[in-house]
């Protein structure tokens, strides 16, 4: 089954351009689904979804219904999985469900991404990553065409790089926090190794316009073989209490240790799922969905993407039963060639185009930004705090060179992965600085082709950077 093309509906002023849509014969399966759940105790049909997608979707966002593959944030055109439209659901109301959750008394707090959310949650508070803040301020402008959706995004990207400094490898996060595009109470990321533009960041907002209604919190990230120093593991948990008193100084209630043990096991059960799916989705004789949607199903479990983890958790059960019936059946996936040569990704915050790479004949399987913490499973039985940190310290992203390397080179091995890719962007100090040094360390273990790609943040090396990386499938492919 394939997604359909027609223009843009009457409520929208486009009327030249094709845009796809959701084809009426998968309604009747669809709308039989499961309802998504909510963490205030709200559902969400799935034909309540439907209708949303298919009326309301088109109007409010054409940009994302654009069929373009040129646009690496288009809707997938694989319309028989449900998870896919679920997701689109809720990245379209983002701004709905945001703006729902701060009224009803929770704190929004900006935390850096490829971190747990476990605390933040416990809490009370929504914690939203640069990528989610970026969607809340796009979702409040309705009617763009791709082309203004992507200027919107690069102008975003300038403000960033004057507010804080051009020579990092900055988010245009931030920014919206400082314009109040987005009306965040705190900035508390954890100053983790994997980005150097968090310190850059945080301190930015004391001299932005809105430094006195924005709470600023560095989770201080101890750093030098971490995860094998008692002291690290108690002053990362001190600093984890310190970080649920400061939420708590914003919405007067009293976060236990009861509360973090069930966000805890929550989130557990999330990142379990998600490895489980990824070892089936890598087990199948041919990938079982695009490569856009194994990194949109793999991101929930991260329990973050959508600012809401019991939406994402619901969405993620229901997700693997398809899943396990797609790999048994040999499902044979819209848009991925035959023997597409498949690929692993390395790097912060830095994809290729995955509709392009497939045209090209290959797939991203796999990448080790996001799936570090994903993969890292925290210990109920013990006091949370400290199971926490614990955890924490041990993200194999945050380790030494050689650690990094090994974990790595298992998800390759696991993945089948048949090249690398070390992709950074212009500016990122830490990853530029290490590409060399783990690429080379990947070849010596596994002998698989390797590349590094610096790319631009400004969007202006798009084409650039796509050549580069249909070259190197072509190599990877022979």
């Given amino acids: 089954m394939t997604a359909v093309t027609k223009n843009i509906p009457s409520g929208s002023n486009l009327n030249a351009a094709q845009y796809f849509r959701y084809p009426e014969e998968i309604r009747d399966d669809f709308v039989k689904t499961d309802d998504i759940e909510f963490r205030d105790g709200s559902r969400v049909s799935a034909a309540e979804v439907w209708d949303y997608l298919t009326k309301v979707g088109p109007v409010k966002f ?221 087990s199948a004789e041919n990938p079982p969905t695009n490569g856009k949607d194994r990194r949109d199903l793999f991101q929930l479990g991260g329990m973050e993407v959508h600012g809401d983890p019991v939406a994402s958790l619901s969405i993620l059960r229901e997700a693997k039963t398809h899943i396990e019936k797609r790999v048994a059946e040999h499902h044979k996936t819209q848009g991925v060639q035959d023997k597409a040569a498949r690929l692993f990704v390395c790097g912060s915050c830095v994809f290729p185009n995955d509709f392009r790479c497939e045209e090209a004949g290959g797939i991203i399987v796999g990448n080790d930004n996001h799936w570090s913490d994903i993969t890292t499973i925290v210990e109920e039985s013990g006091e949370p705090y400290y199971e926490l940190a614990k955890a924490v310290l041990s993200y194999p992203y945050e380790q030494p060179l050689k650690d990094r390397a090994a974990w790595t080179v298992e998800q390759i091995r696991k993945s089948r992965t048949d090249g690398v890719l070390f992709l950074y962007k212009w500016g990122c100090n830490t990853q530029s600085a290490i590409a060399r040094l783990l690429v080379d360390e990947i070849k010596a273990r596994t002998g698989k082709h390797t590349i590094i790609i610096e790319d631009d943040m400004t969007r202006t090396q798009t084409e650039q950077l796509q050549n580069r990386v249909n070259a190197f499938i072509e190599m990877v492919s022979y």
């Fill in 62 to 282: 054409p940009n994302l219904y654009d069929n373009s593959n040129l646009f690496t944030g288009r809707l997938s055109h694989d319309v028989t999985l449900p998870f896919t439209l679920k997701h689109n659901y809720l990245l379209m109301t983002m701004h709905e469900r945001m703006t729902k959750a701060r009224a009803q008394g929770h704190p929004i707090v900006f935390v850096q991404g490829g971190q747990s959310v476990d605390p933040y949650y416990a809490a009370g508070a929504v914690a939203l990553r640069p990528a989610s803040t970026g969607i809340w301020a796009r979702r409040q402008k309705e009617g763009l065409t791709r082309t203004e959706d992507e200027l919107e995004g690069q102008r975003d990207k300038q403000k960033a790089y004057n507010a804080i400094s051009f020579e990092v490898c900055n988010s245009a996060g931030y920014e919206h926090i400082q314009e109040g595009n987005v009306p965040a109470d705190m900035v508390a990321p954890y100053t983790a190794l994997r980005c150097s533009d968090v310190s850059y960041g945080t301190e930015a907002h004391r001299h932005g316009p809105r430094k006195d209604q924005v709470k600023l919190l560095l989770v201080d990230y101890p750093l030098d073989h971490q995860k094998d120093k008692e002291w690290a593991i108690d002053y990362f948990a001190s600093s984890l209490r310190r970080l649920t008193r400061a939420i708590d100084e914003h919405t007067g209630r009293t976060t236990t240790e009861e509360d973090l043990a069930r966000e805890i096991k929550l989130h557990n059960e999330g990142r379990r799922l998600a490895v489980e799916i990824a070892d089936l989705w890598w």
